[in-house]
């Protein structure tokens, strides 16, 4: 499925929020950004890679907000199961144009697996990183 600019263009303009949670202060991550913040929780946790994922309004198609979430509920299941610590957030449109997704940090996922959960979920992109580099966005080619 093509991805038009647009979209795209949202994507990396996002701004991924990570709420404050156990004596972390709440932060931002940006693509192509790197976030000393993150991998300071990845060095606490002994892990090396992450990812931000929602699986809200799957292929950018937006459902209601008890649907989406059932949605988050069964992402964080699948995570639980996976065995990765995460946290809480949302991806957010500086412009408005878009609502805030609900969404997961996920620490200690490799990149390969992320894709896969992005691809159970139905998502077009995931953000995704390894300690000491910047967040890169990852299109889900489903």
Known sequence: MAIDEQLKVAYRTA???VAASEGWQAFVIRCEERSATVDRL???HGL???AFVTACNPRSQRL????????????RAAITHRGHPCLPGSGEDPGGQWPAEPSLLVLG????????LAAEFDQHAILVG???EPAR???NHH
Do not use: C, H, K
Request: aromatic share 14%; glycine share 6%; net charge negative.
């Open 15 to 17: 701004a991924y929020f």
């Open 42 to 44: 990845l060095e606490w």
């Open 48 to 50: 090396r890679d992450w």
């Open 64 to 75: 209601p907000a008890t649907e989406n979430a059932g949605r988050m509920d069964r992402l």
């Open 109 to 116: 996922i490799a990149e390969a697996d992320a894709i896969q």
């Open 130 to 132: 390894s300690l000491g």
């Open 137 to 139: 966005l990852v299109w």
